[in-house]
């Protein structure tokens, strides 16, 4: 069941950034949330019949929990109550989702992920090569065609693609690429690799891929195969030697345009959300606020859909408590992530995804705002990799320090079952 649920929570995530007809409602939310009571309704037919199907709550959930306490009580005092009526009842159910499908098998999930990242992207390469004008961003901020395919906006095709090139490379890292492959013809892996890597660049979604490739300088730098670990740290070294010795040049590579110089606009909007998010720093304009029409008077030339950025999202409709509980839950995702990668020797699914989504949430809305495709994934694995932890030290009865369990743990979390 748990299987079934992981895929079905995966497929209703990608609909939530597919493109749609203009039916006064978002079709994608509908799919998405039939997708995840249909996941709960199984779960309840089909209870936990054995111990191992039983999963505790890690600590994130609890921050998350008061995070949508929080985000309830905003409601009273929002500016639209109804899409934050909405907005917290999306993002319940889906925490609610995740919990269900737990005790899933995280390497089929990572498969499930990445071909499912492999067939968005061949297809938004397709609609690209067949030059249909919707395949590509209406208004391009670098003078390139932007793919978007079947996808709404470019940085949801890069993000996408971006979080399937994490879960690749940490199992190269990690010895487990040949899991994650499964019974998949090398051939046919290979493909699917190369459609996704094809889609990410001409996509041009630049802070998806400036984020990642942070974050897998990140896992390469901390990988425990020597030798990726090594020419991780000889790029990192040749990228930092060469930003010093030329500087003025890869400078004037980055920021070729006036739009380069704002991020496309985004410090403006930064500089009009910060501004006004002072003005009721405590509690904030209520959750799903940012996008309703009263606020239309920050914005002249361009009306931003959201802040652009994770933390100042959370600001302006949650306040301080909104962001504190925005960055412990990022913190503690990491930790639990450092925590794994100790204990298993092998660098955390869980620690490199959360990572990806933090760098991406500089310059995106990640975690805060509605749900995501990058939050979904984000959660699911998370949940999964915690609960193979927990089975794995239940089954050898492991404490931190005993290498009895340091060895099983070296099976990896991709060959976990349940």
């Not at 609610?96 to 737990?102: A, G, Q």
């Not at 930092?240 to 985004?266: C, H, K, N, P």
């Not at 050898?396 to 290498?403: I, K, L, Q, S, V």
């Amino acid at each position: 069941m748990t299987t079934w649920g992981s895929a079905i929570v995966i497929f209703g995530s990608i609909a939530l950034d597919i493109q749609q007809p203009g039916l006064g409602f978002k079709l994608g939310n509908v799919i998405f949330m039939l997708a995840c009571i249909s996941v709960i309704a199984l779960r309840c037919l089909f209870p936990p019949r054995t111990a191992s199907e039983v999963s505790a709550p890690s600590e994130y959930d609890l921050l998350i929990a008061l995070g949508l306490l929080w985000g309830a009580y905003s409601i009273v005092h929002s500016g639209s109550r109804e899409d934050a009526l909405v907005h917290t009842f999306f993002a319940a159910t889906l925490w609610f989702t995740v919990l269900c499908v737990k005790s899933g098998r995280l390497g089929v999930t990572l498969r499930l992920i990445f071909w499912c990242a492999a067939a968005v992207s061949a297809l938004c390469i397709i609609t690209g090569q067949l030059g249909l004008s919707w395949a590509f961003q209406p208004n391009s901020s670098t003078g390139y065609p932007e793919l978007r395919g079947i996808l709404e906006h470019q940085l949801k095709l890069g993000m996408l693609t971006g979080a399937a090139v994490v879960i690749v490379f940490v199992a190269l890292a990690n010895g487990e690429l040949n899991r994650l492959r499964g019974r998949c013809p090398p051939l046919v892996f290979g493909a699917g690799v190369l459609a996704v890597l094809v889609a990410l660049y001409e996509s041009f979604a630049r802070s998806p891929t400036g984020a990642l490739v942070l974050t897998l300088a990140c896992c390469g730098s901390f990988a425990p195969r020597r030798l990726v670990r090594y020419a991780s740290l000889a790029v990192v070294v040749a990228g930092v030697a060469i930003y010093w010795l030329y500087a003025d040049q890869v400078l004037a590579m980055i920021f070729t345009t006036e739009s380069d110089l704002t991020f496309s606009g985004r410090i403006k909007i930064w500089e009009g959300t910060l501004e006004h998010a002072a003005l009721n720093p405590w509690i904030g304009y209520g959750t799903a606020s940012f996008g309703t029409p009263q606020f239309d008077f920050l914005w002249v030339n361009y009306r931003p859909p959201s802040a652009h950025n994770s933390f100042l999202q959370a600001y302006f409709e949650t306040g301080y408590v909104g962001l504190a509980l925005t960055v412990v839950l990022v913190a503690a995702l990491i930790v639990r992530g450092i925590y794994t990668s100790l204990l298993w020797r092998r660098l955390s699914y869980t620690l490199f995804i959360a990572l990806y989504g933090l760098f991406c949430s500089v310059m995106s809305v990640v975690f805060a705002g509605k749900p995501s495709v990058l939050f979904t994934l984000i959660l699911l694995v998370a949940a999964q990799e915690a609960h193979a932890l927990t089975q794995s030290r239940a089954a050898f009865g492991a404490t931190r320090n005993d290498r009895r369990f340091l060895r099983a743990g070296a099976a990896g979390p991709v060959a976990g079952t349940q």
